[in-house]
Nanobody, 126 residues
């Protein structure tokens, strides 16, 4: 069974940067989309960014457009989320996810993804 492992979380000041990484436990080409999601305390999990596994097409939530960049390195089989111009409201647990069973109808909908990492904490202080 495919597992995902995130790394790179931590603390940053507002305006700073962090980069998250996600590595799968094994190679599989049965991945339609890969995505990053986040969940802040008391809030629902929300989609941040997604990327089509086969052609690298990206989608972003409005709240992170122009600040975050999702990318994938197929040679390293690694997914990244570069986060710049961080804001305190970006504080959350960030999850890597994969949609391996079907093409998502809404690529930032967490319910469209069937495989999840354990999450990594990102804290942004003002």
């Amino acid at each position: 069974q495919l597992q995902l492992l995130e790394s790179g979380g931590g603390s940053a000041q507002a305006g700073g940067s962090l980069r998250l990484s996600c590595v799968p436990s094994k190679y599989t080409n049965s991945r339609y989309f890969m995505g990053w999601f986040r969940q802040a305390p008391g809030k629902e999990r929300e989609g941040v960014a997604a990327i089509t596994y086969y052609n690298g097409r990206t989608t972003y939530a409005d709240s992170v457009k122009g600040r975050f960049t999702i990318s994938q390195d197929n040679a390293k089989d690694t997914l990244y989320l570069q986060m710049n111009s961080l804001k305190p409201e970006d504080t959350a647990i960030y999850y890597c996810a994969a949609a391996t069973l079907a093409w998502p109808s809404a690529v930032l909908d967490p319910q469209q993804y069937n495989t999840w990492g354990q999450g990594t904490q990102v804290t942004v202080t003002s």
